[in-house]
């Protein structure tokens, strides 16, 4: 907590230097990766760019092919969802994400508890509400890409800062999945500008290493959560500073066996299903592209859930309780049982 509260002193006085001398914008050093997660007051708006699709997807995608776009995006939303909102008032009104999504896509907006029928790419007839299920659109805003063939080329669930929600755009639009996967060209990508400090952030929960993760003989007592960060990642800073710090997600950790692994270490481990590799490895092999990401397994090393965009404190608290109360095994996924919690 003391190296997040130097970062912070530190990244305040850089921003106020680099502020007054025109260097950058406060969205530069921050971007808004700070909010409060609770359900809006008031109903949310999409962009009056959006189409006005009656959800016919081939019937989409065919107009987007004869405007010379890349393809469409489906936009899975909740009403009072502060992450969408976050989405629509930082992401799509900075003006350059704005015109490369409108230059490329058309974006369609569906919501996760909607009754409207949807003709999908393939042909096949669904509701909104099953169209997420079947998606796993556990996390709202969730966005499905297809290109103009009507293939799914990528799926987004939760929040991403501009600049990572950008280089995924960019994933897409340059036909980047063709030859690699999302994770390794996010490798490649421009990392935002930060400040470099230390290393990760301890917190007395943390198992400590060598660790024996392997469940697949003999059933632990304990669902693990692991922790899949970096070093100098101010969004794991973030991360630590309120959700993990607070005594009810405390509690709740207590109900867990908790790991904290950084994605470039080489150093060998023994993963829940048994096979021993280094831990940049199985962070590949997860396909990891977004720290921090936090990945749940049960009792014998089978993944329930996975947190791999941006959380805080409400999200997090709910997804701990998912996975304590066992509820995967009643509901077919996390914003199933969501619904039935609020309705």
Known sequence: MKIFLLFLFLLFNLSVFAVENNDLSFDDIDDNLIFNDSPLKDELSHPDWFKHSFLNLPEDIIEAKKDKKKGIIVYFGQRFCPYCKTL????????????????????????????????????????????????????????????????????????????????????????????????????????????????????????????????????????????????????????????????????????????????????????????????????????IFYTPTIVFFDEMGVEIIRVESVAHLYRIQNVLKFVIDKTYLVYPNFATWRFDMLF
């Open 88 to 287: 629509m008032e930082v992401n799509w009104r900075k003006p350059d994400i704005v015109k490369y999504t409108r230059d490329n896509f058309d974006v369609i907006a569906l919501s996760i508890w909607g009754n409207k029928e949807v003709v999908l790419p393939d042909g096949t007839k669904t509701t909104e509400r099953e169209y997420a299920i079947r998606n796993n659109a556990n996390f709202t805003p969730s966005l499905i890409f297809y290109d103009v063939s009507g293939k799914q080329t990528l799926m987004l669930r939760g929040y991403y800062p501009p600049y990572k929600f950008l280089a995924a755009l960019e994933y897409v639009v340059g036909e980047h999945y063709k030859q690699e996967s999302l994770a390794s060209f996010m490798l490649r990508a421009n990392p935002p500008p930060k400040f470099e400090i230390g290393d990760l952030n301890e917190q007395d929960f943390f198992t400590k290493a060598p660790f024996m993760l392997d469940r697949s003989r003999f059933k632990a007592q304990k669902p693990l959560a692991v922790f899949f960060e970096q070093k100098d990642c101010y969004a794991c800073d973030v991360l630590h500073s309120k959700p993990l710090s607070d005594k009810n997600t405390k509690k709740l950790l207590d109900k867990f066996e908790i790991i904290q692994v950084d994605t470039n270490d080489r150093t060998p481990i023994v993963i829940p299903g048994g096979q021993k590799i280094n831990v940049q490895q199985w962070a590949q092999n997860l396909q």
